[in-house]
C-alpha cells in the first residue's frame, strides 16, 4: 500500500498564476482533507472532501478550491497566487468518521 | 471554535533525560486528542492517540480534561526522538464532519 500520494513534490510559480495540487488517498479511505503548513507552523485546514463535495472549509479565501473524484482522489486549486501563498500543501486521507488521519509527504510551493 | 495550544516552540534536553511536551487545548465538546511526529525529511506520522491509551516508543501522553491538557512524556530521551511534535484535536464540526486542529509545534532537540 502506497499509502497517500501527492504530486508534483515541488512546484515554483509566479504571482498571479495558478495552481493545481494532487492527492490519491490510500487505499480503503475515502476522505480527503487538505492542510497548508507555512514554515515554523501546524498545520492549517484548508477544506475537507467527502463524495465528491466540500463538506468543511477553513479559513481560507475563495481562491483556493478543489475537487474530488469518484475515486476518492482530489485536486487543491489555488488561483492569482500571493507570495504568501506559499508553503507546503498536505493531504489527509480518512474513513469518514473515523479518527485516523494519513498524511502525503506534501507538495512544496514557492510564489516568486 | 477549538483550539490548540504547544507553548514551547523549542524544548533541548539530554540523552536519558525526561522529557515532556505540553498542550493544551480549548473545545466545549468531549475532544479525542493525538500526537503526531514529522522526523526530518519525513512525512508527519501518527504518534499516538488518547482514546487508544498506548505507549508508542515510549512515549505516553494523559488526556487531563480538568486542566484542558494532553502533555506527551517519555521517561528517558533518546537522539532518534528528535524531531517536530504536534499535538492534533478532533472535533465535530457539523454537517457530519469532523476536523483536525494542529498546534504550532514542538521542536524536541536531544543533545548527545
Redesign the interface.
Same mark, same amino acid.
Not at chain 2, 47 to 75: C, Y
Given at each position: 500500500d502506497a499509502g497517500v500520494t501527492q504530486s508534483p513534490t515541488h512546484l515554483i510559480k509566479t504571482r498571479g498564476q495558478q495552481v493545481t495540487l494532487r492527492c490519491s488517498p490510500k487505499s480503503g479511505h475515502d476522505t480527503v482533507s487538505w492542510y497548508q503548513q507555512a514554515l515554523g507552523q501546524g498545520p492549517q485546514f484548508i477544506f475537507q472532501y467527502y463524495e465528491e463535495e466540500e463538506r468543511q472549509r477553513g479559513n481560507f479565501p475563495d481562491r483556493f478550491s478543489g475537487h474530488q473524484f469518484p475515486n476518492y482522489s482530489s485536486e487543491l486549486n489555488v488561483n492569482a497566487l500571493l507570495l504568501g501563498d506559499s508553503a507546503l500543501y498536505l493531504c489527509a486521507s480518512s474513513l469518514d468518521r473515523s479518527g485516523g488521519y494519513t498524511f502525503g509527504s506534501g507538495t512544496r510551493l514557492t510564489v516568486v | 471554535a477549538q483550539r490548540?495550544t504547544?507553548p514551547e516552540k523549542l524544548l533541548s534536553v539530554f540523552k536519558g533525560a525526561p522529557v515532556e511536551l505540553k498542550c493544551n487545548y480549548s473545545y466545549s465538546g468531549s475532544p479525542?486528542l !493525538?500526537w #503526531?511526529v514529522q522526523y526530518s525529511r519525513? &512525512? *508527519? +506520522? *501518527?504518534l499516538l &492517540?488518547h482514546?487508544s491509551r498506548e505507549s508508542i516508543k515510549g512515549f505516553t501522553a494523559d488526556l487531563n480534561k480538568g486542566e484542558t491538557s494532553f502533555h506527551l512524556k517519555k521517561p528517558f530521551a533518546q537522539e532518534e526522538d528528535s524531531a517536530m511534535y504536534?499535538c492534533a484535536l &478532533?472535533a465535530y $464540526? @457539523?454537517? @457530519? $464532519? #469532523? +476536523? *483536525?486542529? !494542529? @498546534?504550532? @509545534?514542538t521542536k524536541l532537540s536531544v543533545i548527545p
Amino acid at each position: 500500500d502506497a499509502g497517500v500520494t501527492q504530486s508534483p513534490t515541488h512546484l515554483i510559480k509566479t504571482r498571479g498564476q495558478q495552481v493545481t495540487l494532487r492527492c490519491s488517498p490510500k487505499s480503503g479511505h475515502d476522505t480527503v482533507s487538505w492542510y497548508q503548513q507555512a514554515l515554523g507552523q501546524g498545520p492549517q485546514f484548508i477544506f475537507q472532501y467527502y463524495e465528491e463535495e466540500e463538506r468543511q472549509r477553513g479559513n481560507f479565501p475563495d481562491r483556493f478550491s478543489g475537487h474530488q473524484f469518484p475515486n476518492y482522489s482530489s485536486e487543491l486549486n489555488v488561483n492569482a497566487l500571493l507570495l504568501g501563498d506559499s508553503a507546503l500543501y498536505l493531504c489527509a486521507s480518512s474513513l469518514d468518521r473515523s479518527g485516523g488521519y494519513t498524511f502525503g509527504s506534501g507538495t512544496r510551493l514557492t510564489v516568486v | 471554535a477549538q483550539r490548540v495550544t504547544q507553548p514551547e516552540k523549542l524544548l533541548s534536553v539530554f540523552k536519558g533525560a525526561p522529557v515532556e511536551l505540553k498542550c493544551n487545548y480549548s473545545y466545549s465538546g468531549s475532544p479525542e486528542l !493525538f500526537w #503526531y511526529v514529522q522526523y526530518s525529511r519525513q &512525512r *508527519l +506520522q *501518527l504518534l499516538l &492517540r488518547h482514546i487508544s491509551r498506548e505507549s508508542i516508543k515510549g512515549f505516553t501522553a494523559d488526556l487531563n480534561k480538568g486542566e484542558t491538557s494532553f502533555h506527551l512524556k517519555k521517561p528517558f530521551a533518546q537522539e532518534e526522538d528528535s524531531a517536530m511534535y504536534y499535538c492534533a484535536l &478532533r472535533a465535530y $464540526s @457539523g454537517a @457530519g $464532519s #469532523y +476536523q *483536525l486542529t !494542529f @498546534g504550532k @509545534g514542538t521542536k524536541l532537540s536531544v543533545i548527545p
